[in-house]
């Protein structure tokens, strides 16, 4: 009954490669949102979507896809894959910000990506 | 745009008290969150405060919030070794965004 879940845990890959994160939310929430974390632990959003819909897009390059087929869904997709990619991604989830109440997010356990 | 700070390293005696400092700049941030990162795990909220509280209690943590001066701070009473974490420090309007996040270290 995890609240948040995110495949693979781990995922190793060479430079050039395509490969997706899965994630999916039970908890009925209307926002996702996925985020990096690179080796000095810092946490940056990549995306948030909204009922299916991109809300926030950070400044990241085109190689990284986010999709989602429906509200309890986000994955993101990532082609040409490289050595920079390497991080921790979490996916996360909220009640939409517009509902009242404290929307504390809930994040998956990460996936670590190495591309060597 | 917004931006939160925290200092990335903090030792602390076990038994002591610890407090970890936040600065942010969003000044409609709503909600303002400590979130604890234990080796290896996702991130755990461990607390928020709303933007009109100064203060909120939950048993030996303590969060202060001084809106005007923008800075939030996280205090941790009889601090344990269990609480060897890094602790992010993070704030929201329209998104969250995380502080880089505290190491905590815990000296015997």
């Known amino acids: 009954d995890t609240a948040v879940s995110q495949t693979p845990k781990y995922l190793v890959t060479q430079m050039g490669n395509d490969k997706s994160i899965k994630c999916e939310q039970n908890l009925g929430h209307d926002t996702m949102y996925w985020y990096k974390q690179d080796s000095k632990k810092f946490l940056k959003i990549m995306f948030s979507?909204?009922?299916?819909?991109?809300?926030i897009n950070e400044t990241v390059p085109n190689r990284f896809s986010p999709k989602s087929p429906d509200k309890a869904h986000l994955n993101l997709h990532i082609n040409s894959l490289e050595l920079g990619d390497s991080a921790v991604y979490f996916c996360?989830?909220?009640?939409?910000?517009?509902?009242?109440?404290?929307?504390?997010?809930?994040f998956g356990q990460g996936t670590r990506l190495t591309v060597v | 745009g917004e931006d939160v700070e925290q200092s990335l390293f903090l030792s602390v005696r076990e038994g002591d008290s610890s407090v970890i400092n936040c600065t942010y700049t969003d000044s409609s941030s709503t909600y303002l969150y400590w979130y604890k990162q234990e080796p290896g795990a996702g991130l755990q909220l461990l607390t928020y405060i709303f933007s009109n509280m100064d203060m909120k209690q939950d048993q030996r943590l303590t969060v202060l919030l001084n809106k005007k001066d923008k800075h939030l701070s996280l205090r941790i009473a009889d601090t344990q070794t269990g609480d060897s974490a890094i602790y992010f420090c993070a704030e929201k309007d329209d998104k969250i965004i995380f502080g880089k996040g505290t190491r905590l270290h815990i000296l015997p």
């Open positions: 996360a989830s909220s009640q939409d910000e517009r509902a009242a109440g404290n929307t504390e997010a809930f």
């Open positions: 979507y909204n009922n299916k819909e991109l809300i």
